[in-house]
């Protein structure tokens, strides 16, 4: 019997404590990556897949940290902002891709704003 990506994904959340994080999170970029996987999302961007944990990482920040979810919190609402509504999900999890970066980098530019006032 094959799992399905979302039980995969389910399986891979019952794992943490067992598995380092990045190991997490790379076998879940590969489930979520899978072309062979049927999408949620109804037309996906030619673009590839931006990890928020990879962007955090970028600007030197550890995205196990409690503040990272109030990055992608932000995020999400920015996103629903400029577009009308909240990105696509895979599961639980809102997907990004390469073509969201500017936004990313202004949520990030909001967050480091109000930190530093």
Known sequence: MKLTPFDRMRLLNEARGLLPQDELERRAR????????????????????????????????????????HFGSRLAENYKMKFGSY????????????????????????IQSEDAD
């Open 30 to 69: 590969l489930i979520l990556d899978d072309p062979a996987a049927p999408s949620k999302t109804s037309k996906e961007p030619d673009s590839p897949r931006l990890i928020i944990s990879d962007f955090l990482r970028s600007k030197g920040f550890d995205p196990m940290k409690k503040n990272a979810l």
């Open 87 to 110: 990105p696509p999900k895979h599961g639980k999890t809102y997907i990004y891709y390469e073509i969201d970066r500017p936004l990313m980098e202004e949520t990030w530019a909001q």
